[in-house]
Every structure is written in C-alpha cells, then in structure tokens.
C-alpha cells in the first residue's frame, strides 16, 4: 500500500451532552449514552489551511479525521457557472462537481462524490486495525470504497442489492481484498443495510458506520470547502439531492466549523436539499414538522423505490431523527426539502449537459431540477451566492474512455436471510 501518514488532531464531541472525548480509533458513538446522537470531530486547527491540488482530497487535511493519506484521490472542484447560470439569470451560481471532469480538475474515476467520504474513512483506519471493513450501498458508496480498497489493499466486504449490480463497475480489475454480497433482486437499500448489520457483528469485521463515522461526513464536508474557499464567503444557499441527509449534514457542520474559522463571513447558508418523487419519506416527515420518520410500508417503499431515477435516494432510515442529524441541521441552518419528479430531472441534466457541457448521475439531475423549480419560483434571489452540489457526473464521458470491469458477487441472499447461514458462508470468504 502506497499510503503517507499524517495525523490530524481532533478530539470527539457527543451533539446531545456536549462531552467531549478521545476517539478510540473507530469511534462511532458517544461513551456511555444511551440516547442516540451524532458524534463530532472537534479539529485541534481553527482555521483552514487548504493545500495544493496534488494532495487531492487530503488538500483539506486540517479538517479530516485521518491517520494516513491514500494515493488516487480527487478533491472536489467549485466553478463559477456561466451557462447555466445565464440559462436561469443567477448572477452568482457556483457548481461543486465531484466526478469525471479531467478539464476542471475533477479526477473522479467513479464519478460520485463518494470517493470523498471513502478516502477519508480509509485514511480514518490504521493498518493494526486488522479487520475486514463491511459497507453497505445502493450502488455509489460501493463503487467508491471497492475502487478506493482495491487500490490500497485493504480488505473490504460490499452488501448491495442484487438489482444495483450495473452500478459496479470500474475502469481496472478489482483487487482480490475486496468481495460482494448481494441481497437477491426485489430487496433495496434497507435490506442491504440489514445484511451489513448481521455480517458487521461477526468475529474479525467492522462496520463502516455510514452517518455516524465521522470520516464519512468530513469528507462529504469537502464540498463545501472548496465551495467557500474557491468563492471567498460561506454561500447563501446550498442545493443537493439527499437519500440519507448525510451530504446535508456534512455541509451544515462544515458551514459552523467555517464559522468559527472567521475569514468567511458570519452566514448560515439554507439547506435545500432534495428528493425524487415518489420516495420523499425525509420530505414526508419535515413538512409534518415530525422529527420521527413517518411509517412507511415495507412494500410500498420497495415499489416507490423502483420507480424512481436516482435510486441513491432510497434510504428508508436516514439520519434524520438522531440528534445532531438533518432534522437538526434544517432547524438550525434554514432551508427546506424540495422535490423533481424523474421527467424534471431529465429535463435537467439535458440542459446541464447543454449549457455546461457535461452528463449528470441521476441525483446531481434531481438536485438541478429542484434549482430550476426555486428560481421559477422566487425562492432564491437572483444575485444570491447559490452552491450546487453536483454529487456525480462525467460517467458518460468516463465510461466511453474507457474499458469496463463490472465486479462479481460472491454470494446472493434472501430477503430477512437466516443469520446463521450468512456467517457461515461469509466466513468462508477470507
């Protein structure tokens, strides 16, 4: 493994008690607390010290959890938008694209802005970890950490569903250290997440944590970064599709940690985040002014997940309620939870693909349409600094460049599978 050691120094907050405590190395919850909560990292550094661009995602180090730096890695890029923008009449949009876009900068060979959360999380471990890391997706986070593993050599077990298996493909084979597990076709995002759970328990694994490991959320936290850095001032709104909220989050407490930095003005910039409908349970439950997610049918949240384009957005137990979570984040920042259908995300990434010249994932399009819908209908000012979180894009491009390697499940398993059965089989596999 070709990796740089570079120890950052923070320390853990609990967001309900305000205990502040070491990280024990994987940290993922508060010591000693039953009620649940987000944990924070609490940087040693106050102000930012971004670095140059050939340290990629690691440029923003100060402000990572990280105890090593990985080779391949891309920070995102912040443009300001002429096309588009001149398409909408905003005179200060300003796009953070993370994926393929070598003309920008952007270096993304996924093409998500998962790899900032898989750098970072991967730069969390230290090699006397020893375990295998066990990581649950839809498609996108799967991609990012098996490309982000297979480079560094560290081992890695995947739970996807069985439907998501286009997603898992990569421009060079994947290193043996990295293996798949699926939930057969019909199952979701939920089903892998339960799988991931019973695998996770088991002698020798780790969970990833998703939202709760703080290295996720500080590397979804470099967009807005490099949003604030490259435009000067903290944005006065800040647009992005959201399955789970995790990115939202992540900018909110980028926004506070900015703040407390003090070169960047003193605004708390509005979180309109977005779903594609019909899977809208975050937007279901903010309208209700519930912090509690609404219940939804298992099946009906199955059928409405196979209806929508952006099947990233599917999370059916998102980091809402828990404290420090999205609920938190819009009450504290402002904001709201917008919603495109597929036909107005296709209409997006038309234009976007017209006006600045390249293709969007399905997610980045649900965020654009719901732009398009704000400014058509005034919410958003016109000369306001506006922030696009264009969270994929340039796969078209990447992909007709070149060669394709797909990854191979190693097992398949049911719906509600037998947890006995899963920890025989997957022990089998390293």
Same mark, same amino acid.
């Not at 010290?49 to 990572?64: C, H, K, N, Q």
């Not at 708390?268 to 937007?283: A, E, R, Y």
């Given at each position: ?189 939920? =089903? @892998?997440?339960? !799988? *991931? #759970? ?6 020798? &694994?780790?969970?990833?944590?998703? +939202?709760? %490991? ?94 929508? =384009? @952006?099947?990233? !957005? *599917? #999370? ?6 828990? &404290?420090?979570?999205?609920?938190? +984040?819009? %009450? ?99």
């Amino acid at each position: 493994m070709t990796s740089q050691f570079v120890k950052t120094n923070y320390q853990l907050q609990s967001l309900k008690t305000g205990n502040i405590f070491a990280d024990a190395g994987w940290t993922l919850d508060a010591p000693g607390e039953t009620d649940p909560t987000l944990v924070r990292a609490i940087y040693e550094k106050k102000q930012l010290t971004v670095g140059p661009e050939s340290m990629g995602i690691y440029r923003f180090a100060d402000w990572l959890p990280v105890n090593r730096m990985l080779q391949g890695s891309s920070a995102p890029v912040t443009y300001k938008s002429e096309g588009l923008a001149k398409e909408l009449g905003l005179e200060n949009l300003w796009i953070t694209f993370s994926g393929w876009w070598p003309e920008k900068g952007a270096r993304f060979k996924t093409c998500s802005f998962k790899e900032t959360e898989a750098y970072s999380v991967c730069g969390r471990m230290t090699p006397d970890m020893n375990k295998v890391l066990v990581v649950a997706s839809a498609g996108n986070t799967a991609r990012a950490f098996a490309k982000v593993c297979s480079d560094n050599n560290i081992p890695l077990l995947l739970c996807v569903p069985e439907d998501n298996l286009d997603a898992l493909w990569f421009d060079a084979p994947i290193n043996d250290c990295v293996k798949l597990v699926c939930c057969k076709a019909g199952c979701d995002y939920f =089903d @892998a997440i339960h !799988l *991931s #759970n019973i695998i996770a328990g088991m002698e020798g &694994f780790m969970a990833e944590g998703g +939202a709760k %490991n703080v290295a996720r959320r500080d590397g979804m936290g470099t967009t807005m970064l490099s949003a604030t850095t490259t435009i000067g001032q903290i944005p006065e709104y800040y647009f992005q599709a959201i399955g789970s909220g995790t990115g939202a989050i992540a900018a909110w407490e980028a926004n506070l940690r900015l703040l407390a930095d003090g070169r960047f003005g003193n605004r708390k910039m509005k979180l309109m985040v977005s779903q594609n409908i019909p899977f809208v349970p975050i937007h279901n439950a903010w309208k209700a002014g519930s912090r509690v997610m609404i219940p939804l049918d298992d099946n009906l949240a199955r059928r409405q997940v196979e209806e929508i =384009d @952006a099947k990233v !957005l *599917s #999370n059916r137990k998102p980091p809402y309620p828990i &404290f420090g979570g999205l609920f938190d +984040a819009l %009450n504290d920042a402002g904001g709201d939870i917008l919603l495109a259908t597929n036909e107005q995300a296709r209409a997006a990434a038309q234009l976007f693909l017209e006006t600045e010249g390249n293709d969007l994932h399905p997610a980045a399009a649900v965020a654009t349409a719901t732009l398009i819908d704000a400014v058509k209908n005034a919410k958003v000012e016109k000369d306001a600094i506006i922030m696009l979180n264009i969270t994929g894009g340039g796969e078209q491009k990447f992909k007709a460049e070149n060669e394709l390697f797909y990854l191979k499940p190693a097992l398949f398993f049911d719906m509600n599978p037998d947890e006995e059965l899963v920890k025989e089989k997957v022990g089998l596999l390293f």
